[in-house]
């Protein structure tokens, strides 16, 4: 895992973070407790807020899309990696998934 200060400067804003409207769903009830991005939007210990409710964000790191583990995909709300990978491919049209590809995952809990 990555130390704060060695993070390389976001790439987005955390209003970003979570947008679409099954992931918002999935965060309000638990059941999602990371995102990963191709780029960086967030700094540790800072807040985003959904339906009024505030999430802090715990870890920020690099993973690549090989090391994802049916855990990992858990955390993003899906039973498998196979699931959530199905889910992702079908937001991005065209996108390869490459196992040495780098994402960012952003790991929050409720305030």
Known sequence: MT??????PKTCTIERLVTMKEDV??????????????????D?????????????????????LGELTDAH?????????????N???SYHPGMPWLPHMRVWVHEFRTV
């Open 3 to 8: 130390i704060q200060n060695e993070l390389p």
């Open 25 to 42: 769903e999935k965060v309000l009830k638990g059941q999602k407790t990371a995102t990963r991005r191709n780029g960086r939007y967030a």
């Open 44 to 64: 540790i210990g800072e807040v985003f807020t959904l339906e009024g409710r505030d999430f802090v964000v715990e870890a920020v790191y690099a993973q690549t």
């Open 73 to 85: 995909a858990k955390q993003e709300g899906f039973a498998t990696v196979e699931e959530y990978k």
């Open 87 to 89: 889910t992702i491919l």
